[in-house]
């Protein structure tokens, strides 16, 4: 890499790299004789502050999902998402009650969820050993721009949320109750 900032991007390079391994992404296998690959590679971004200075450089690796074949490598891959009166309402009633709200972020949100499908996909660029190099990785776990990633989260979420006692709503299933106390 011959950017003036490449130790930054390499940096979150090995970030993305150790957050796959820690979720356990894949695994590197032989490769199946007849399985086709789906192809990954790297994603730069520089994120600007509000004075449009660079305060973060982002290193993602992302399948090339545009290759997966549906009924093959994909089923599902809509997710749903909240609609704009529960927001209004949840926000009406923040301001009625003079309650507090939160947001979060889920850092590498879509390596959470879980693949139903077999996928293969070609080592990452950079990170291949001499070897390794004739392995492929099998994914038991989602990554970024795999058709099916956000269904993928959705799922796990929605499990993580339920062992909580959260119950999800039938008219706009993004939004969870919890009842505690009477």
């Not at 796959?20 to 032989?30: E, K």
């Not at 969820?113 to 492929?136: L, R």
């Not at 099916?148 to 109750?177: M, P």
Request: charged residues 25%.
């Amino acid at each position: 890499m011959s950017d003036i900032n490449s130790d930054k991007w390499l940096e979150d390079t090995k970030f993305e790299m150790d957050s796959m391994g820690s979720n356990q992404v894949w695994t590197l296998v032989d490769p199946t004789k007849g399985v086709r690959c789906v192809g990954c590679k790297w994603v730069y971004k520089r994120k600007l502050g509000a004075d449009g200075e660079v305060t973060t450089f982002k290193a993602r690796l992302v399948a090339k999902g545009y290759t997966q074949r549906p009924g093959v490598d994909f089923e599902e891959t809509c997710s749903p998402v909240a609609m704009t009166k529960s927001i209004g309402i949840l926000l009406a009633i923040v301001a009625w009650y003079d309650y507090e709200i939160w947001q979060m972020n889920v850092k590498t949100t879509f390596l959470n969820g879980f693949v139903e499908e077999e996928i293969s996909m070609d080592q990452p660029e950079g990170f291949t050993s001499v070897a390794e190099e004739q392995k492929v990785c099998w994914l038991p776990r989602s990554i970024y721009s795999l058709k099916q990633a956000s269904q993928s989260w959705n799922t796990c979420f929605d499990e993580v949320i339920r062992g909580y006692n959260f119950i999800k709503n039938e008219h706009d299933l993004c939004v969870h109750k919890k009842i505690s106390g009477s």
